[in-house]
């Protein structure tokens, strides 16, 4: 059974950093694509990064790089996202997904391509 959980959200200050969390089962991370995503209150889903899972190349969306970080544990089987110089603007419900790769390399920023879901951790951030 495919399972996401992800965890690390919380009330931070403008300025501050967090490290979500995303523990994963029932697939390794070398077989799927994560994406981490977020859906800021009235929003859709915003993609913010991407691990490919052939050679864990990594890629961010624009609004997000240089701020935030992607990485992943093969052995631990999760993938975290260091978010530093947190602005109110990133208060949101973030999430990460799991994505079969359609092909060597594969790589998206686009919530319906991903399968799989984790529950979301709330990251609010003001003063």
């Known amino acids: 059974q495919v399972q996401l959980v992800e965890s690390g959200g919380g009330l931070v200050q403008p300025g501050g950093s967090l490290r979500l969390s995303c523990a994963v089962s029932g697939f390794t991370l070398d077989s799927h694509t994560i994406g981490w995503f977020r859906q800021a209150p009235g929003k859709g889903h915003e993609g913010l990064s991407c691990i490919r899972s052939s050679d864990g190349i990594i890629s961010y969306a624009d609004s997000v790089k240089g701020r935030f970080t992607a990485s992943r544990d093969n052995a631990k089987n999760t993938v975290y996202l260091q978010m530093n110089n947190l602005k109110p603007e990133d208060t949101a419900v973030y999430y990460c997904?799991?994505?079969?790769?359609?092909?060597?390399?594969?790589?998206?920023?686009?919530?319906?391509?991903?399968?799989?879901w984790g529950q979301g951790t709330m990251v609010t951030v003001s003063s």
């Open positions: 997904a799991a994505a079969i790769p359609l092909y060597d390399g594969y790589e998206s920023l686009v919530p319906y391509e991903y399968e799989y």
